[in-house]
């Protein structure tokens, strides 16, 4: 039975500490003891799975801690904070009226998703950019009484549709090197880059469909307080033509790097030493901006550690397989139940998670036979694996995109991580998904 399956009693046991606002990280380590002991494993042998797991994500972790450090090394250079401010400057002298405001509020939120797009696919920071573009911007948002749910899960659109649909930067590793690889591993020995793509539509779909709902939900303003925006921000820096070159120079040899090494941590120190070789940040400031870019980034690094440690004791739980047999006993032969099941399966683990590129190794040696079984085509067992996966990432309380965002809309204080950030991700993105999912698995 479901309710006794020790993978569904963790992922249960970290949303509902998750939601009462227990650290995440202190959620992960408590809801994987809670499932190791579900399975049968002792306290003891739990700790020693969650620990050998977190090694895991230590790469993942400091390839973060080395973009957060470029991060704060391009602010340093002032680049940001002047465009905000001329942003600002823009932005009050064009929102007198309410429909100049609608005008200015559409126009953020296609430039958050412009920026989410760039930063999976085009220059692949990932989630380094929001603490830097964000915080600047939180006054252009109270301004102009702008719902910040909104514009987190236009950000979260951006971010996950893209990774998810075009096979660059991110994209090219979630589709490429663990997508189309997992599925080849477990049987599909045919399909190609092509296939996985097509098999991505649906999903995305599902997010299309999220960001119109929350464009209507969260179109009312809000009033967020002024003074404890005013007491974070900081004051215009005069920005140089040359830090502005130099900034320039080091973002596009950071991607030039990216692309040809395949290789974030490189990409970020090259990018460290052109800003430190221009000048942009001094020789003996550079230990304290790099300093800082790693507490920026520390918190997620954390979670993200953690969750390879949650992972771990999942898997060896070996219940993942437990659900399946639950849900093929349950559905029988209706291949539109097996796939809302397998779907939900997925949304349980990468809930649990955080991370959907940990999802599909996990579920793809058990979805690729169970679909073969109930004759599903190929492109509906691809749209069923990248649903699985893709469903959950947005909403999770251990998602790193969740977290990106919440650092930097809540730089304030006044935004919080799991109702601004993953109850809303999880309500406009998850259920149009899972029901797109199956769609997507019954007509291909």
């Given amino acids: 039975m479901?309710?006794?399956?020790s993978v569904f009693i963790a992922v249960l046991a970290v949303t509902i500490l998750s939601i009462l606002r227990v650290n995440v990280v202190i959620a992960l380590v408590a809801g994987?003891?809670?499932?190791?002991?579900?399975?049968?494993?002792?306290?003891?042998?739990?700790?020693a799975v969650f620990s050998a797991g977190l090694g895991g994500g230590a790469e993942i972790a400091l390839n973060y801690a080395l973009l957060g450090a470029f991060a704060a090394a391009v602010a340093h250079s002032g680049v940001p904070i002047w465009l905000s401010?001329?942003?600002?400057?823009?932005?009050?002298?064009?929102?007198?009226?309410?429909?100049?405001?609608?005008?200015?509020?559409?126009?953020?939120?296609?430039?958050?998703?412009?920026?989410?797009?760039?930063?999976?696919?085009?220059?692949?920071?990932?989630?380094?950019?929001?603490?830097?573009?964000?915080?600047?911007l939180l006054g252009v948002f109270a301004a102009l009484k702008m719902d910040r749910r909104l514009l987190s899960n236009a950000i979260t659109f951006a971010m996950v549709t893209t990774y998810s649909t075009i096979p660059y930067g991110f994209g090219s590793i979630f589709l490429e090197n663990v997508v189309l690889k997992n599925l080849v591993e477990n049987g599909l020995s045919h399909i190609t880059l092509r296939d996985v793509l097509w098999g991505s539509i649906f999903p995305a779909l599902?997010?299309?469909?999220?960001?119109?709902?929350?464009?209507?939900?969260?179109?009312?303003?809000?009033?967020?307080?002024?003074?404890?925006?005013?007491?974070?921000?900081?004051?215009?820096?005069?920005?140089?033509?040359?830090?502005?070159?130099?900034?320039?120079?080091?973002?596009?040899?950071?991607?030039i790097v990216q692309i040809y090494w395949d290789n974030m941590m490189g990409g970020a120190m090259v990018g460290l030493l052109i800003l430190n070789a221009g000048q942009v940040i001094s020789w003996r400031d550079s230990d304290t901006v790099v300093m800082r870019g790693f507490q920026m980034m520390?918190?997620?690094?954390?979670?993200?550690?953690?969750?390879?440690g949650f992972a771990a004791v999942l898997r060896k739980t070996g219940d993942v397989h437990g659900l399946v047999v639950w849900l093929t006993d349950n559905v029988g032969l209706n291949k539109g139940m097996a796939a809302l099941g397998m779907i939900m399966v997925g949304l349980i683990i990468t809930m649990g998670i955080g991370s959907s590129f940990s999802t599909v190794p996990i579920i793809a040696s058990?979805?690729?036979?169970?679909?073969?079984?109930?004759?599903?085509?190929?492109?509906?067992t691809i749209c069923i694996t990248i649903a699985s996966a893709v469903t959950g990432d947005?909403?999770?309380?251990?998602?790193?995109?969740?977290?990106?965002?919440?650092?930097?809309?809540?730089?304030?204080?006044?935004?919080?991580?799991?109702?601004?950030?993953?109850?809303?991700?999880?309500?406009?993105?998850?259920?149009?998904?899972?029901?797109?999912g199956v769609i997507g698995a019954m007509v291909l």
Avoid at 32 to 47: F, T
Wanted: charged share 10%; with cysteine.
């Fill in 2 to 5: 479901i309710l006794t399956n």
């Fill in 32 to 47: 994987a003891m809670v499932g190791g002991l579900a399975s049968g494993m002792h306290l003891r042998e739990a700790l």
């Fill in 85 to 136: 401010h001329k942003l600002v400057k823009f932005i009050k002298q064009r929102s007198q009226g309410v429909s100049h405001r609608l005008l200015l509020s559409a126009a953020i939120v296609l430039l958050l998703i412009l920026a989410g797009v760039i930063s999976q696919n085009v220059l692949p920071v990932h989630i380094a950019f929001i603490p830097i573009l964000i915080p600047p």
């Fill in 206 to 255: 599902g997010m299309v469909v999220g960001l119109i709902t929350s464009c209507y939900a969260y179109r009312k303003p809000r009033t967020y307080d002024p003074q404890k925006i005013q007491s974070m921000e900081v004051e215009e820096k005069n920005c140089s033509t040359k830090n502005i070159i130099i900034s320039a120079i080091a973002i596009v040899c950071m991607l």
């Fill in 298 to 308: 520390a918190a997620v690094a954390f979670v993200m550690i953690a969750a390879a």
């Fill in 366 to 380: 058990i979805y690729v036979p169970f679909c073969q079984a109930l004759e599903f085509s190929i492109p509906a």
């Fill in 394 to 436: 947005a909403g999770s309380p251990a998602s790193d995109t969740m977290l990106g965002i919440t650092s930097g809309f809540n730089a304030d204080g006044q935004h919080d991580h799991i109702w601004g950030t993953t109850i809303p991700a999880f309500i406009h993105f998850n259920i149009p998904q899972v029901i797109l």
